[in-house]
């Protein structure tokens, strides 16, 4: 059964960056979109609930993944493959797949790559994972890859980024270690101009009816493009600028991932869960992590990498504020002063931290007061573990330290006024499919699947307004591939009313 009437249409534009909405209806130009709901259809991500062994936080130093610089016009080649690694010193190694230039150094989450603005990039991705099917659980009745002669197949997106669309992941662009490819395959070459302005991007598998588990079995890692002429000046550097992938799991206490594979819906859908939502906090591949830092000023580049959860971080030392110098598209015009940063998945904040007044051997949390699901809270899962993230301990520096400060001019990233003057309208209603028993069967972009035929074909160079309604019971983060795009502004609205309205104008 569909649960509105919209007529079925699919949009031929790739996925870019993100925004928010509760219940309600958003008109976008041009960055990454959230619509927010209501939470109800969570069964099955407790139906197979299990309990992580109790692993005792702070004890394992926060890894920095290692960095490529990609700007000099090579090639570069990453590999995904299957590898054990460590997350927890009370854990067994954990079963991952992982990015690396060989299977000895790859690691999760996988290394950044740093590329220069205007300077193009070439990456070539490998599939060197030889499994006959994935370690997590494949619902094979979705729409999927579904390689004829087995095997994990993988086709890699840069998100946030803006290039053209045969480097871009398409979900059926898959390929296999064996060789069966997706009918939208091209190559595993990537080419990335690196046009857009200065931001955190990050790279992951998207492969059609796979990406959660690809994700979650560690196929992620973070893209820096940067830009001296955009750079405000004295921000940290170095190993005072840090990254920050957070995210949850749940293990089992062998130290492999218990991931849900009971489905909402068994007789539809018998291992598809639509949200999953762990009981560890993971920062950088690590459960609850330390760093050790100086009292200093510290940039962190954060990544909500989960698939579900959202993060609400805070301090625990009122005298410490999150002070927010950019976003998913890149610099902000001035700096915002926040005691509190919410975080989609896949949304990215560059922040700053000034620890300079705080005394040597004093210890600071980061916190998360998000609820699960967002904003909305099921108690079953929001376990007092996901509570904590991650633990600062101050340490004392030999010698001084550099001076850092908060930009006083960021002028390179200035406001953008836009012309409206648009050359169309699109409407694109969020809903789902539920079975006889209300669980979820599918969730559906104006009741188009993934197969239907493409519908919505904008042209280049043009500037369209699209309203996006959201009917979900779901927080659900949106985003553009291809292009970044602005909010115009946002709305709740009487759904009983805009069903009506809209139905009367379907045959």
Not at 428 to 440: I, M
Request: aromatic share 12%; glycine share 8%; charged share 15%.
């Amino acid at each position: 059964m569909r649960s509105r009437c919209s007529s079925s249409r699919k949009l031929d534009v790739a996925h870019g960056f993100g925004f928010t909405v509760k219940n309600g209806l958003f008109a976008a130009v041009l960055g990454s979109l959230l619509l927010l709901g209501r939470a109800d259809h969570y069964q099955c991500a407790a139906s197979d609930l299990v309990y992580s062994p109790t692993l005792t936080p702070f004890i394992d130093a926060l890894p920095i993944p290692p960095v490529i610089d990609i700007w000099n016009g090579s090639q570069i080649v990453l590999g995904a493959y299957k590898i054990t690694q460590v997350l927890h010193s009370n854990l067994s190694a954990t079963t991952l797949y992982a990015y690396g230039v060989s299977e000895a150094t790859a690691t999760y989450p996988g290394p950044t790559l740093e590329a220069k603005r205007n300077t193009t990039s070439y990456v070539r991705f490998d599939n060197c994972i030889t499994d006959n099917e994935t370690f997590l659980v494949t619902d094979r009745t979705l729409a999927w890859a579904n390689p004829p002669n087995g095997g994990v197949p993988i086709v890699t997106h840069l998100h946030g980024g803006q290039f053209q669309s045969d480097s871009d992941g398409h979900p059926d662009g898959w390929y296999t270690n064996g060789g069966d490819h997706g009918s939208t395959f091209t190559s595993e070459n990537h080419t990335y101009p690196n046009y857009q302005p200065a931001a955190l991007l990050f790279y992951h598998d998207h492969t059609v009816g796979i990406t959660r588990i690809t994700v979650a079995s560690g196929l992620t890692g973070l893209y820096i493009i940067r830009s001296p002429s955009e750079e405000p000046a004295n921000l940290p550097t170095g190993s005072n600028e840090i990254p920050l992938i957070i995210l949850d799991k749940t293990f089992w206490a062998n130290g492999s991932i218990a991931f849900p594979d009971t489905g909402d819906s068994p007789d539809n859908h018998p291992n598809w869960c639509p949200g999953y939502y762990g009981d560890t906090i993971l920062v950088n591949g690590k459960v609850w992590p330390y760093l050790e830092v100086f009292p200093e000023m510290y940039r962190f580049r954060i990544l909500n990498g989960a698939n579900a959860r959202f993060y609400t971080l805070t301090l625990s030392n009122d005298t410490l504020e999150f002070i927010q110098i950019g976003t998913d598209g890149g610099f902000l015009p001035d700096p915002l002063y926040l005691s509190e940063i919410t975080l989609a998945p896949a949304y990215r904040a560059d922040v700053l931290i000034d620890f300079t007044n705080m005394t040597v051997g004093s210890v600071v949390y980061m916190n998360n007061s998000a609820l699960a699901p967002f904003p909305d809270n099921t108690a079953i899962l929001n376990p007092s573990t996901v509570n904590s993230v991650r633990e600062f301990r101050i340490i004392a520096r030999n010698g001084s330290g550099p001076r850092y400060s908060v930009p006083s001019n960021m002028t390179a990233a200035t406001n953008t006024t836009y012309d409206l003057t648009t050359d169309g309208y699109r409407n694109f209603t969020f809903d789902e499919t539920l079975d006889a028993d209300g669980n979820r069967i599918k969730i559906l972009l104006n009741n188009a699947t993934w197969t239907d035929t493409v519908t919505e074909t904008p042209t280049l160079g043009t500037l369209e307004i699209w309203d996006l309604i959201n009917f979900l019971p779901d927080a659900h983060p949106i985003h553009i591939h291809l292009i970044n795009f602005l909010v115009v502004y946002q709305q709740s609205f009487n759904a009983t009313a805009y069903t009506a309205n809209e139905c009367s104008a379907v045959p």
